[in-house]
Structure formats: structure tokens, C-alpha cells
């Protein structure tokens, strides 16, 4: 069983038949403090793997499925990154707010150039992309 947002849904396939369930387990496994957003990192911990992972998995997600990366609003006044896609939304990195449950109602678009300006979160999807495809192959 899954508990990130909308896997009940969350059919879609890629080209080699994955869904996003599939590569919520692949990620699982690849998830890393190194691959967290910085001002996240004190906080990450293999329990709470996927803290600070949004944006570079969203974004490696649309790669994978296409469609469009939303975000949540969030108090602080970060957006907090979640995929729509061939008609699933899914968030694989939902888990990290533990019980709290997100609107993802009327959410902005998140523009990937925006995001990737900050070098080092396109590092971290770099590396997380990197991982992912290692992992993918080992699959």
C-alpha cells in the first residue's frame, strides 16, 4: 500500500509500462540528504525520506509523463511542487507532511527555469536523475 498523494489514481505509463507507483518505489531507494533542498537537510532523515525532494522529483516526473508541475502554496511563501499528468494528479513526495493534508485545488504552475536558476537544485536533479536511471536499469 501507498500513501502519497493520489496513488489510488495514479495509472499513467511511461514508455516501458511504469506508473507512478513504480517509480515511487525506485525513488524510495534513491531518495538522499544530497538530493534534499539545503535549508531541509538538518531535518532529513531516512524515515522522512522524502523532505525536501519535491521540486527536483516533480520535475523529473514531467519528463518522464509530460504534463505540468503545480504548487502548493505554502506559509512560508515556498511553493511545494506535485505533478499532473495524463489525467492523474499525484504528489510522490506528499508523505513528508505526515498527517497535514495539502490543497491541491487552484495551484499555480511551477516554471522550471525558475526553479533551475538556483544552481544547486539542478544539480540535485541531475543527481537524482542520474540515480534514477541507474536505478531504473537495475530494475
Known sequence: MYSF????????RDRNGLTPR???????????????????????TPQNRTLGQCSVTAFLMQDIYGGK?????????????FNAAGG??????????GDEKLDYSDCPEQ????????????????L??????KARKGA
Open 88 to 97: 492523474c494528479v499525484f504528489d510522490l513526495t506528499s508523505e513528508q507532511f
Open 128 to 133: 537524482l536523475k542520474e540515480r534514477l536511471l
Open 22 to 44: 513504480d517509480y515511487y518505489d525506485l525513488l524510495k531507494g534513491i531518495w538522499a540528504a544530497d538530493t534534499c533542498a539545503p535549508r531541509m537537510r538538518p531535518d532529513w
Open 69 to 81: 508541475v503545480f504548487g502548493v502554496p505554502l506559509d512560508d511563501g515556498n511553493f511545494h511542487c
Open 111 to 126: 516554471d522550471r527555469n525558475v526553479h533551475f536558476a538556483k544552481e544547486e537544485k539542478r544539480q540535485r536533479y541531475e
Open 5 to 12: 498523494y493520489g496513488w489510488e489514481t495514479a495509472d499513467i
